[in-house]
């Protein structure tokens, strides 16, 4: 379970290195799990959790978000979602790097793409 959370903890400080609009990391804790904040504003939490059945683990956001809808309407079922709050992980089963990734990198850069869809500007 921990080598687990550590590779999404891995991915997430990856990802927002690679994209200009995220800035630096804020991590910390949030309801006792680890978390991870934008400073710049740019996006809206993640968080870790073991969870919520045995052997299976987390990666959460707040649930008003529309990135749980995002990622059913991008990858359908190749995620395993806990309602509007996240997606939920086996270990021991091959994480979908490439799914997770762009779920990190639409949370981290929740608000600029939220912000776009409101002005009427495409998504990116």
Known sequence: ?????????????????????????????KWGAPSYLTPSGSGTTLRLESGPG??????RVHCQTRLVEFARGRFGDRLRY?????LIFRTGDRLPEREVIEFIKRALTYHVWKRRDQTGTPRT
Do not use: C, H, P, W
């Not at 045995?54 to 990666?59: F, S, V």
């Open 54 to 59: 045995d052997g299976e683990y987390a990666l």
């Open 1 to 29: 379970m921990q080598a687990a959370l550590l590779r999404l903890r891995k991915l997430i400080f990856q990802t927002a290195e690679r994209n200009a609009q995220v800035g630096s990391i804020l991590e910390t804790l």
């Open 82 to 86: 806990d309602g509007r709050r996240g």
